[in-house]
Structures are given as C-alpha cells and as structure tokens.
C-alpha cells in the first residue's frame, strides 16, 4: 500500500488515542475486577488441600446471608443481561433475479446509428412500474424463502438513492403486502451505493430497542427516471455502469432463530468524508451545459474513495483483528467489494493485498449484472454460496463507496454451513463461472 502523508499519520495517532479512551471507558469494569480476580485465584493456588479445608471449614453460613447473596447474584445477572447488546441475526435474504427479463422504456433504441440510447426521458409511472418489479420480486422470494408472514414485520427499511417518490417507497411495500399500521418504516435516499450498510445499521439501532422484533431491509436503485441524455462524458459513465437490481434482507433479535439464521451480524463502520469539499462533490447529481440532468462523477473519485477506506479502516482496528494480521485477507475468509466498476475492484484489491479469488465474487457479479448499487453486496454474497465456499465461522467483510463521500463496512460471522441454494439470481449460470474478463475488449 502507498505510504500515508504526515497528514493522514498524525489524524490516525489521534484517532487511536480517542478510541482507546472509549476502549477504556467502556470496559472499566472489567478492567478493575480482572486484577482483583488474579489475585485471589494466586493465592488460592498457593494454599495446599489441609489449608483450603480448613478455610471451608471456619466459614459460617445462615439463612439470611445466604439469601442476600443469591438476591445480589441474581441481580447482577438481569442487569448484566439488560446491558449487554442484542444479537442480531441475518435469517435470510432474497435477490431479485427476474430483472434481467424486464423491458423498462430506458432500454428502447430509437435506431442503430442514434447516438442516444434512450428516446425520451420517461415518465413517473414507468419508474414505479420498475420499483414495484423490482421490490415485489426480492421481496416474494423472501417472505417464501423464511415462511415470514407480512404481520409479522415490525421494522421496513427500504434505501434507494436517486428515486425518492411521494408517497414513498416503503408506503408502497406496506400497501401491496397490507403491513401493520404500528410498523416502523424508513426511506432513504440520496446516499448511494452504500446505503445498504446505512440501512442495515439503523435496523441494528432499532432491534437494540425493539426485542423480540423483525426487521427488513430493502436496497435497491430505480434507474428509468434518471437516464442522461446529454453529451458530457462525466455523466455518461453511469449509463453504461448501472442496471437494475434489488435484494430484500430479513434481520431479527430473536434467539430462537439463531440456529436457522446464516450470519450474525459482528459491527458496522460508517466513514464520512462530507466534511471536505472535493469529497463532497466527487458524485453529484446536476444539469449539463444543455440543462440535461445526469450524475457527475469526478476524475479525483478513486484517490477519494482511497482515503476514505484508510479512515474506515482506522476506525476498524479498534475491535477486529487487523492489529494481529499483517493483511486483511487474514481477518476475514470472504469480501464483497460494492460492484461500482472494474476501476474500484482493482484499487480495493490493490490496497487491501486480495488475491483474486478474494475478488471473484464482485468481479462476477459486475461481469453478469452490472453495477446494481446498494444491492450489489448481496448478489456477490449470493455468488459466495453458489459456488459452496461459504463454511461455518467464516467472517465475511462488505465494503461499499457512496455519494458525499461515504464508505460504509459491515462484518457479518457464519453461523452454519450453507449448502448451494436451489434458487437465486445464479441458478442458472453459476456452472459458467468465474469467466475471464480480458482486459481490453475489442469493438
């Protein structure tokens, strides 16, 4: 990896320094009994078996002390049991695998030698039609795929970056499958292609302090409204890059479904680099010299997204084992790089030190279904267990870049052995891969 600036080195001493004193502050406790508890267990073990005995022996128990103890035990245990964290589980999750099938307005050629590929900028009804496709689909397959009943859902969570409707995207999921009318539901938007760690991170918030409660989550990206039609090479990229996709995730705190749940989710970090102007500016949605909308991508995207993983990681060492392995291909059996185009998978690759079976998955799935957004990560674990290397315990690390500029991670731990599903988005193509992908294509 390239050497820091004195910059970066002296931002992440810094850091070390405040994540140690919250390391400190948060396990105070342990801290001072764990000395104390040495010390008695020393001495105990330097006594001999007369000594001991006669210990025993010289204690004096009566009712009274006895129930005090068991009171104070038993309290300690329910107030250690509060405190600690819920347990979050992933059940399962389904992606949407009919979206290659879909004929949305945004794919019609006026003619072979038009130099635009859409005719006309469609319309708000085709852009639900899209949604609702998409969505329902990820969305059927899930509540089959767990045997959860729609009464069932306590929290709906759906992310979506560019369309954001009225009435908006969750409403619409509660309308089709006639959701509760106490549910907790969440749209969010404008957060790109890591909004699916934004959103799996407020569905942990909220299981934290809604127990025995289901969560949902949806990511996906509607891209029929916003096609651009214009000539500036900046914002023509994500035409050729984005394509449908979306994939709906069940999270539960529910202990009793710990043994059929496939990953417990371990940590989420979320890096934001808003606070910097090139940062913020490096993906935006604006209008041409013409006036015609489209995302802009800047030139500076990948040196960006490179200091962003350096602060994500930072924040990452405090608790994962990164401080012991001198490579992240130590810590963690499998990662899923968000599938934003070649470009980003060869950088994170290059960086993190991967091999290139380390890659596979995100370079399958950009090869297979493009750059799918937030719901990328998920067509790759899919492609993880396709292909029947997903083991029990192994650690699973997915990192996603998005607007403003973010770089959000998640580490999920797997519970069980997971066989090749019978379904999914590579049932029928998972034999012809990995393919390889040259690395100039002739035209």
Not at 18 to 25: D, M, S
Request: proline share 5%.
């Amino acid at each position: 990896m390239p050497q820091p600036s004195p910059e970066f080195s002296s931002s992440v001493k810094l850091k070390y320094v405040k994540l140690g004193y919250h390391y400190l502050v948060n396990h105070i406790l342990t801290f001072l009994l764990m000395p104390i508890m040495v010390g008695v267990l020393i001495e105990v073990l330097g006594l001999g078996p007369d000594e001991i005995l006669k210990l025993w022996n010289s204690l004096h128990f009566d009712l009274v002390k006895i129930l005090s103890s068991s009171i104070l035990i038993i309290f300690a245990a329910t107030f250690y049991s509060i405190s600690k964290p819920l347990s979050i589980y992933l059940v399962d999750y389904a992606s949407c695998q009919d979206h290659l099938e879909i004929e949305p307005q945004k794919r019609r050629f006026p003619d072979e030698n038009s130099r635009t590929v859409w005719a006309r900028r469609p319309t708000m009804a085709p852009a639900r039609e899209e949604a609702q496709e998409i969505i329902f689909s990820a969305m059927d397959s899930l509540l089959n795929k767990t045997g959860l009943k729609a009464n069932d859902i306590d929290i709906l969570i759906v992310n979506c970056s560019i369309f954001s409707p009225t009435p908006s995207l969750s409403a619409m999921v509660i309308n089709n499958y006639k959701l509760r009318s106490n549910i907790k539901s969440f749209s969010l938007c404008g957060m790109g292609c890591s909004a699916g760690q934004i959103s799996i991170e407020l569905a942990r918030d909220l299981l934290q302090v809604h127990p025995n409660s289901n969560a949902v989550v949806i990511s996906t990206e509607i891209i029929s409204p916003n096609c651009y039609q214009g000539k500036e090479r900046a914002m023509l990229v994500p035409n050729c890059l984005f394509r449908m996709g979306g994939a709906a995730i069940l999270l539960t705190n529910r202990r009793w479904e710990r043994r059929r749940a496939k990953y417990r989710l371990l940590h989420v970090v979320r890096t934001h680099k808003g606070a910097d102007d090139k940062s913020y500016r490096c993906v935006t949605e604006e209008e041409d010299p013409e006036g015609k909308v489209g995302i802009s991508l800047s030139k500076d995207l990948m040196a960006i997204a490179g200091e962003a993983l350096k602060s994500n990681i930072t924040t990452f060492r405090r608790w994962s084992n990164f401080c012991s392995s001198s490579h992240s291909s130590q810590a963690f059996e499998h990662f899923c790089i968000n599938a934003g185009g070649r470009a980003v998978i060869d950088e994170l690759q290059k960086n993190l030190q991967l091999s290139a079976e380390h890659v596979e998955a995100s370079r399958m799935a950009l090869h297979r279904f493009g750059n799918t957004s937030s719901s990328s990560l998920w067509y790759e674990l899919s492609y993880i267990e396709a292909k029947g290397r997903m083991k029990k315990g192994d650690r699973i690390w997915q990192i996603a870049f998005g607007s403003g500029f973010k770089c959000n991670s998640a580490v999920w731990k797997c519970n069980r052995n997971i066989e090749p599903p019978r379904d999914g988005p590579w049932i029928d193509c998972i034999q012809r891969y990995p393919v390889r992908i040259p690395e100039v294509v002739k035209l």
